[in-house]
């Protein structure tokens, strides 16, 4: 609740941010897989986490490599 109250977000949302703006700096300068680049962010699932990024970005991780 204090995490909360003093920044208007919920732990996991934070932490899931903050795991997705790492995640679109690998996909977007490294060659690493895309299951690679979600167990290097904490993801063990890359189905979840093609979830959630696409959620955070409105595109998919795939998407995202294709246009680097």
Do not use: Q, W
């Not at 904490?42 to 490599?65: A, C, M, Q, T, W």
């Amino acid at each position: 609740r204090m995490f909360k109250h003093e920044t208007g977000m919920n732990l996991n949302y934070y932490l899931n941010e903050v795991r997705m703006k790492k995640a679109m700096e690998l996909l977007r300068d490294s060659d690493m897989l895309i299951k690679d680049v979600a167990n290097a962010v904490g993801v063990e699932d890359p189905l979840y986490f093609n979830k959630v990024f696409k959620k955070f970005y409105h595109i998919s991780p795939s998407d995202i490599r294709r246009k680097s």
